[in-house]
């Protein structure tokens, strides 16, 4: 029982880190947008289109395991609720 209970505290760590993480990248998404519309110099143009890409790339992967955890949490709501 107490296997459980830490599997889902070290869990929840690992999900809020995750949140938090997938937050910053929304933010550097938002900033990559941001430079590239008021990019001019075809270099940087190039540039922020491949930071765009990558952010989104990033987001992406950061998404599906925010997904991949709530799946798993609504599959066996015992490890969530600790009992």
């Known amino acids: ?3 459980i209970l830490d599997n889902s505290v070290l869990g929840d760590k690992r999900y809020a880190l995750l949140l938090e993480d997938l937050d910053r990248t929304k933010h550097d998404l938002d900033s990559a947008y941001t430079n590239l519309s ?3 110099e075809p ?3 190039d540039c922020y289109i491949y930071e765009v890409q990558s952010v989104q790339m990033r987001y992406k992967f950061l998404l599906g395991r925010v997904k ?8 066996n709501p015992l ?5």
């Not at 490890?79 to 009992?83: H, I, N, P």
Request: aromatic share 4%; hydrophobic share 35%; proline share 0%.
């Open 79 to 83: 490890e969530v609720s600790g009992s």
């Open 38 to 40: 008021n990019a001019v």
């Open 68 to 75: 991949q955890i709530e799946d798993s949490y609504a599959k």
């Open 43 to 45: 270099d940087l143009i």
């Open 1 to 3: 029982m107490k296997r």
